[in-house]
């Protein structure tokens, strides 16, 4: 979200008691820039580069169809028969944000702007951490909706990172593989990370 898109001169302050309002009644899902991932994801969070997430995925696509006086049941029958057009990642990553979130993570992403290309040239999804006190590790995770994809910039942030880096994920619509040191993961086993 760019803030001066909502209104022009404005700034992330103005709105962040929106934010920790929309995100304390569980309406939204926050996940903030994580601008050097290490120990204490929390420590390193920029807040003001953040992601909402709705936490109801059911809501945000009844929302996103409401002007088109469609019943609620032939958006989804038009969704699965595949003949509405719908933006399938922003569905697939709000519902692996909404899972996270209830498995209590707390949401983290991670991009870096490169001057040579003039473009991001690493952007990870999700990370999280193993919360633990003695080996603390942190697991970036890419989601792709597709049943094609890359790792370009999942392989750069683990060469980047990888003595913070406990494992990579990508949650992906297939099966269970494990492929250049990146677990890929169906959407059903993400309450296990």
Known sequence: MVFKDIQEGSYAD???????WLADSMISNECFLCNDPNVGLSINEERTYVK?????????LSHAFDENELL?????????NDKLSVNEGMLYENVIAQMLVANGHKLYFYT??????????????????????L????????????????????????????????ESYIIHPKNL?????????????TFCL
């Not at 609620?72 to 699965?80: C, D, G, K, P």
């Not at 870096?112 to 633990?132: A, G, P, Q």
Request: proline share 2%; aromatic share 14%; glycine share 4%.
């Open 14 to 20: 103005q709105y962040s008691d929106t934010f920790f």
């Open 52 to 60: 909402c997430y709705l936490g109801d995925t059911g809501l945000l």
């Open 72 to 80: 609620e049941s032939e958006v989804y029958a038009q969704i699965l």
């Open 112 to 133: 870096h702007y490169s001057i040579e290309k003039h473009r991001n040239d690493i952007e990870i999804d999700f990370i999280i951490s193993n919360n633990s006190k």
């Open 135 to 166: 080996k603390y590790k942190m697991y970036p995770i890419e989601v792709k909706s597709g049943k094609k994809y890359t790792t370009t910039s999942l392989n750069r942030f683990m060469e980047k990172y990888k003595s913070r880096i406990g």
């Open 177 to 189: 593989i494990i492929k250049d040191n990146i677990v890929c993961i169906p959407a059903y086993m």
